[in-house]
């Protein structure tokens, strides 16, 4: 049974960084792939990074060069570095977990409706 915990969320002024921590369980990490994803009320859910077990990433445009995704596989934990922040980052930012490596492990094609999520963590970007 894989689960998920986030936090690091918070407030921040634009500009301004902020990281975010996920500590994963039950999560192979030989295999498979990890995301950060976001939400606004009113929108569907985004893929914003992605890691495959290989240390391959990928990112939406809206985050590149300001967001950068790695992980600790010694502290089973996922990680989003959020720099030069804008109020348009503000979001719900949840991780989320495939165990089997596939064309969804990428930015373009991973949606809401697969894998192991976590509840969640807010950031406010004013």
């Known amino acids: 049974h894989v689960q998920l915990v986030e936090s690091g969320g918070g407030s921040v002024q634009a500009g301004g960084s902020l990281s975010l921590s996920c500590a994963t369980r039950g999560h192979t990490r030989r295999s498979g792939c990890l995301a950060w994803f976001r939400q606004v009320p009113g929108k569907e859910r985004e893929a914003v990074a992605v890691?495959?077990?290989?240390?391959?990433?990928s990112y939406a445009d809206s985050v590149k060069g300001r967001f950068t995704i790695s992980r600790d596989n010694a502290k089973s934990t996922l990680y989003l570095q959020m720099n030069s922040l804008k109020p348009e980052d503000t979001a719900m930012y949840y991780c989320?977990?495939?165990?089997?490596?596939?064309?969804?492990?990428?930015?373009?094609?991973?949606?809401?409706?697969?894998?192991?999520w976590g509840q969640g963590t807010q950031v406010t970007v004013s």
């Open positions: 989320a977990a495939v165990s089997r490596t596939g064309i969804w492990c990428d930015v373009r094609y991973w949606t809401s409706s697969l894998g192991y």
């Open positions: 890691i495959i077990s290989d240390g391959s990433t």
